[in-house]
T-cell receptor
Framework: DAGVTQSPTHLIKTRGQHVTLRCSPI?????VSWYQQVLGQGPQFIFQYYEKEERGRGNFPDRFSARQFPNYSSELNVNALLLGDSALYLCASSWGQNMNTEAFFGQGTRLTVV | KQEVTQIPAALSVPEGENLVLNCSFTDSAIYNLQWFRQDPGKGLTSLLLIQSSQREQTSGRLNASLDKSSGRSTLYIAASQPGDSATYLCAPTTSGTYKYIFGTGTRLKVLA
């Protein structure tokens, strides 16, 4: 079985541009979460989606948005990119809505904003 | 607000040593706690998940314990190997939320 897949793996964007990151969860998993990891820090929670509805949102500006599709894949969108948005963006999938089931992470998308 | 601290921040040991990595958290009302491994520039690999009702979990050379009342978890690595070199992250989930809270991790280097 394939694990959590994220695309693209690396991305370079210019300040002010828009970016879309994609995530496909493990087959059968209905929950997808997004995290941002800045170099040297632990991952920070951005969003959780379950059954196509937003269930949780972290302390990120409205420039960050996400959605989940009927096949449970997800997109993270970031508008008006800032240098500070440069980070590793991680997607996690799990079976249930509540975080009492094991979460599996993808390999991440490395975003560099120049 | 849940806060997670991991000690030590970095650790360098010779191959074969038994190791203990520490994780403390401020809010004991957790669903579970998961330990992850992260290689440089890579995603997270799940190592062990401990439910709030459990005291410990074991997988191969890894053993994780959980003491909710004191807000602590430890990851024990037996007979360390150079391939164990990575950053180890602990992440509890607080009841009523849908997110993991991560510490900054312990960077482990096992020398051959």
């Amino acid at each position: 079985d394939a694990g959590v897949t994220q695309s693209p793996t690396h991305l370079i964007k210019t300040r002010g541009q828009h970016v879309t990151l994609r995530c496909s969860p493990i087959s059968g998993h209905k929950s997808v979460s997004w995290y941002q990891q800045v170099l040297g820090q632990g991952p920070q929670f951005i969003f959780q989606y379950y059954e196509k509805e937003e269930r949780g949102r972290g302390n990120f500006p409205d420039r960050f948005s996400a959605r989940q599709f009927p096949n449970y894949s997800s997109e993270l969108n970031v508008n008006a990119l800032l240098l500070g948005d440069s980070a590793l963006y991680l997607c996690a999938s799990s079976w249930g809505q509540n975080m009492n089931t094991e979460a599996f992470f993808g390999q991440g998308t490395r975003l560099t904003v120049v | 607000k849940q806060e997670v601290t991991q000690i030590p921040a970095a650790l360098s040991v010779p191959e074969g040593e038994n190791l203990v990595l520490n994780c403390s958290f401020t809010d004991s009302a957790i669903y579970n706690l998961q330990w992850f491994r992260q290689d440089p520039g890579k995603g997270l690999t799940s190592l062990l998940l401990i439910q709030s009702s459990q005291r410990e979990q074991t997988s191969g050379r890894l053993n994780a314990s959980l003491d909710k009342s004191s807000g602590r978890s430890t990851l024990y690595i037996a007979a360390s190997q150079p391939g164990d070199s990575a950053t180890y992250l602990c992440a509890p989930t607080t009841s009523g939320t849908y997110k993991y809270i991560f510490g900054t991790g312990t960077r482990l280097k096992v020398l051959a």
